[in-house]
T-cell receptor, first 109, second 114 residues
Framework: GQNIDQPTEMTATEGAIVQINCTYQTSGFNGLFWYQQHAGEAPTFLSY??LDGLEEKGRFSSFLSRSKGYSYLLLKELQMKESASYHCAVSDSNYQLIWGAGTKLIIKP | DTEVTQTPKHLVMGMTNKKSLKCEQH?????MYWYKQKAKKPPELMFV???????INESVPSRFSPECPNSSLLNLHLHALQPEDSALYLC?????????????FGPGTRLTVL
């Protein structure tokens, strides 16, 4: 079967660093996406990894290890507006996105 | 234009009504998607169109009927829905189906079935 696991909820402090982990088992792999979704709004694209290693985009970084079926999203210098759900999603052998349930990130002052 | 638009934003309908959701993009994307999302759950894929042809139907009940009139438009026709169909319906598009496919999402239609 296909399975993506990520923590249900995390809490962090404004200005700090948080790492959201994701493990996956899917039929085929054509890349891993991270999306941010504020409550009641549409998901917005954050990052894409298809090769092992770290992709950095300003304060956000995403890491992938295909052999371990593992990824993380690293957010630095957290801002209050980044309180949201963060979804890990894997593109499978049919290029369809298999979504994780999402990690609700709560940022406190 | 890097936007996917959806209308209406909110829709309330009875179980005997017929209504349609509309989605539009002008990014030249050739893959378009319908997702259903319940509260605190991830988006759930319903349909995928590739080059205006239905590519994937994820065992969606026939009371949901998709239509792709042209490469920019995607509709979802609704008929005889049930209260459990109440959800946020998201439309998305990507350049193609068979490659790196960052999906751009519309703002969604919040559907309530009474």
């Amino acid at each position: 079967g296909q399975n993506i696991d990520q923590p249900t909820e995390m809490t962090a402090t404004e200005g700090a660093i948080v790492q959201i982990n994701c493990t996956y088992q899917t039929s085929g792999f054509n890349g891993l996406f991270w999306y941010q979704q504020h409550a009641g709004e549409a998901p917005t694209f954050l990052s894409y990894n298809v090769l092992d290693g770290l992709e950095e985009k300003g304060r956000f970084s995403s890491f992938l290890s295909r052999s371990k079926g593992y990824s993380y999203l690293l957010l630095k210098e957290l801002q209050m507006k980044e309180s949201a759900s963060y979804h890990c999603a894997v593109s499978d052998s049919n290029y369809q996105l298999i979504w994780g349930a999402g990690t609700k990130l709560i940022i406190k002052p | 234009d890097t936007e996917v638009t959806q209308t209406p934003k909110h829709l309330v309908m009875g179980m005997t009504n017929k209504k349609s959701l509309k989605c539009e993009q002008h990014m030249g994307h050739r893959a378009m998607y319908w997702y259903k999302q319940k509260a605190k759950k991830p988006p759930e894929l319903m349909f995928v169109y590739s080059y205006e042809k239905l590519s994937i139907n994820e065992s969606v009940p026939s009371r949901f009927s998709p239509e792709c009139p042209n490469s920019s438009l995607l509709n979802l026709h609704l008929h005889a829905l049930q209260p459990e169909d109440s959800a946020l319906y998201l439309c998305a598009s990507s350049q193609h189906l068979d490659s790196y496919n960052e999906q751009f999402f519309g703002p969604g239609t919040r559907l309530t079935v009474l």
